[in-house]
């Protein structure tokens, strides 16, 4: 399920598509909007590596969400582990 879109629900769209913008402008447009996706992709990467340089000649540590990362899964495998103490002997075999 697709933001809570169904199939017959993608059909129409696809249909009303093809009926506005013709079968021939469809791989142009999907090209424009891929092509749109890279360049946005691409400037955020630029941004967060400007960020992280100038954090770096400043002196900021950039390396605490990698320590956050860490703590955060040390949590959920301790969570997991013992969900799976507990429901252990529940579970059944299918």
């Known amino acids: 399920m697709f933001l809570f879109i169904s199939g017959a629900e993608i059909f129409v769209i696809g249909v009303?598509?093809?009926m506005l913008f013709g079968a021939d402008k469809i791989?142009?447009?999907?090209?424009?909007?891929?092509?749109?996706?890279?360049?946005?992709?691409?400037?955020?990467?630029?941004?967060?590596?400007e960020i992280t340089e100038s954090g770096k000649n400043s002196g900021i540590d950039t390396n605490f969400v990698k320590d956050i990362k860490k703590e955060v899964n040390k949590i959920k495998d301790n969570v997991t582990d013992q969900i799976d103490d507990i429901t252990g002997p529940i579970k059944r075999n299918l």
């Open 16 to 18: 009303i598509v093809v």
């Open 27 to 49: 791989p142009e447009i999907a090209r424009g909007l891929g092509k749109g996706m890279q360049q946005l992709k691409n400037a955020t990467n630029e941004v967060k590596k």
